[in-house]
């Protein structure tokens, strides 16, 4: 199998990689269209999502990306969530729109720039605790039919199983739990 990307314009591109090795994936750093055709899937990392789309249209990476994303799994984390979504608010912000659903950026306000928090499970995830870093995290405000919510936050979606994609809006790769990685994997191998 081919290896899963992590893309590398900004942000935490290295924590996904150590991550994706702890649940067992082999990975490289994608920052071109042509590495893009040589991975099975790929992380978009958390980080800033402006930059982020200023950098996909100078490397001339948008279009490429969402044809990839309508092919292969992609796993979008935090500013990775906010690009994958069908819709971005405050401010209003263009996006790839792979997955139906409405997100608001730093939506938590002040008092929610970071913390740590312990998440229940829904089902998919069979009742497992999960902990969870939130930096100046996105809220899910509306999730699309196609959408199953794997678990919430003060009752707001924060994993969410798109089918192929799958959306976080905290940082999986920060905590050493290998959980939300590996079910990435699995979804890329199948
Ligand atoms: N606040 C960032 C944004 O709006 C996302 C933060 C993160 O990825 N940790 O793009």
Known sequence: ???????????????????????????????????????????????????????????????????????????????????????????????LGLVDMAIERNAYGRQLDSRVVRLAAEDGLTGKELEAVFIRAPIIRRVGETGRVLARYLGDPVLVDFGRHLVATFHPELTPDPTVHRMFVDRVAR
């Open 1 to 95: 199998m081919k290896p899963i990307g992590v893309l590398a314009l900004q942000g935490d591109f290295e924590a996904h990689q150590k991550a994706l090795a702890r649940a067992g994936a082999d990975s490289v750093l994608v920052r071109t269209a042509a590495e893009l055709q040589n991975v099975a899937g790929l992380v978009i990392p958390g980080g800033e999502s402006t930059t982020m789309l200023k950098l996909l249209r100078l490397e001339n990476l948008f279009e490429p990306l969402r044809e990839f994303g309508q092919q292969r799994p992609i796993f979008g984390t935090c500013a990775g969530a906010i690009l994958l979504a069908s819709e971005v608010s405050s401010p209003q912000q263009e996006s």
